[in-house]
Nanobody, 117 residues
């Protein structure tokens, strides 16, 4: 299983970025895919996720209204549109795909998002 992220970078406060994650080699049923982030000294935290089938989305409170997670036509490619970015959004963002069993939990390599004040 390979998750390839793209779209990170440096942006000023109030700017926008769009992250993408393409999954390949999936041999299990995907339960959900999502984006997590980890800033230096902090634990990795969920930013947004989308649940297969229902396409229900869940967001970290601070991301609601600013970030939007989407999937390409039920495929294993997801995006995270991030608007009104703030310096506190600065982190490495990781794509995650998980199935219905604990062993079915995969991560991308991470992409750096830096928001300058």
């Amino acid at each position: 299983v390979q998750l390839v992220e793209s779209g990170g970078g440096l942006v000023q406060t109030g700017g926008s970025l769009r992250l993408s994650c393409a999954a390949s080699g999936i041999t299990f049923s995907i339960n959900r895919m999502g984006w997590y982030r980890q800033a230096p000294g902090n634990q990795r935290e969920l930013v947004a996720e989308i649940v297969s089938g229902s396409e229900t989305t869940n967001y970290k409170d601070s991301a609601k209204g600013r970030f939007t997670i989407s999937r390409d036509n039920g495929k294993s490619t997801i995006h995270l549109q991030m608007n009104s970015l703030k310096p506190e959004d600065t982190a490495v963002y990781y794509c995650n795909a998980r199935g219905y069993y604990p062993r079915e939990n995969f991560w991308g390599q991470g992409t750096q998002v830096t928001v300058s004040s």
